[in-house]
């Protein structure tokens, strides 16, 4: 009997540390998948949130006012948390979205002191939910206010006119669908989206107004849509003082009683990825074994981006702003 070539020997090498590498991987994923399961069930975050505290309600990307957010703000109102600060990082988002988060922040500080502090960007519909806070905190170049409305609709109909493609529509009168982007504008389908738009627009000036307790002059200087710096916006009466998070913490002490040296907790609503349990864990696995861009494939399945339809109270600023 031969013995076996070098290179057949060689190669065995290769392949048991190939498997060798794969069964650590493959073990590693498990104990991860498993450290994951076990805080995720056992009720670990929610012990934590089960002693007095302050909470952290993160306010971020586009506001739509919806149930999982109105939910969480819900549940804050019966928790253990004594003081709750607003962490707020977002351009806005429907208008309808931002009112139901402004009622809900105002139905929570019946109950607990609510401050909110803005780091980036605190515009439009997310200036709405700040405006739920008893007081509002903003660094010296946030940009907040953009007080104004908007509907957009996209003017398809001279490219499809270009390409030969044309739309029939019918329709009980000539204002349903309309505007729709697959025909002009007429001046009737314009007038009612901007009694719309009037209308929102106002109800946001009279919130700003009561809130921030401004006079007719007052309110004229900062109603026009633009955004302003945090050093802008204090001396406006847009936002109360310059500070971040301990500056926030530090007037919850002073002022509402909270008790020193709380811990902080983050209240943030579960992202789909967190729902779906199993497939969270396996992107959280994906992720630690080295596998970045399989996990991130999978996020962008889980996670599709939220539609915003209706009139939006957004802040839409120029590109490399």
């Not at 104004?148 to 669908?177: C, H, R, T, W």
């Not at 971040?244 to 992202?271: C, F, H, N, Y």
């Amino acid at each position: 009997m031969t013995s076996p070539s070098s290179d057949y020997l060689l190669d065995r090498r290769r392949m048991r540390r190939k498997l060798g590498y794969w069964r650590l991987a493959a073990i590693g994923a498990g104990l991860l998948a498993a450290l994951i399961a076990v805080s995720k069930f056992s009720g670990v975050e929610s012990l934590d949130k089960g002693s007095p505290h302050i909470a952290r309600f993160i306010v971020e990307g586009m506001i739509t006012g919806d149930r999982d957010t109105l939910d969480l703000i819900k549940e804050l109102e019966e928790s253990k948390a004594t003081g709750v600060l607003l962490a707020i990082d977002s351009p806005g988002g429907t208008t309808t979205g931002a009112e139901a988060v402004y009622l809900a922040f105002r139905k929570l500080a019946e109950k607990k002191p609510v401050v909110a502090v803005v780091s980036n960007i605190g515009a439009s519909g997310a200036y709405i939910a700040a405006l739920g806070a008893d007081r509002i905190f903003v660094r010296g170049n946030s940009l907040v206010g953009s007080i104004g409305v908007l509907a957009e609709v996209q003017s398809l109909y001279k490219g499809l006119d270009m390409i030969g493609v044309k739309v029939d529509e019918f329709k009980s009168s000539p204002l349903k669908n309309a505007p729709n982007g697959f025909e002009p504008t007429s001046d009737a389908a314009r007038a009612a989206i901007m009694a719309l738009i009037e209308d929102n627009y106002a109800w946001f000036k009279g919130l700003v107004k009561e809130r921030r307790g401004l006079t007719d002059e007052e309110l004229a200087k900062i109603a026009d849509g633009r955004v302003f710096t945090g050093r802008q916006a204090v001396p406006l009466k847009l936002a109360d003082a310059f500070g971040g998070e301990s500056e926030a913490v530090l007037w919850l002490e002073q002022t509402k009683g909270v008790a020193k040296k709380l811990p902080i907790r983050d209240w943030k609503k579960k992202s789909k990825l967190d729902q779906l349990g199993i497939l969270g864990i396996a992107s959280s696995a994906l992720r630690a074994t080295g596998f970045a861009q399989l996990a991130a494939a999978l996020e962008s399945v889980l996670e599709p981006r939220a539609s915003l339809d209706g009139v939006l109270a957004i802040w839409q600023g120029p590109r490399g702003y």
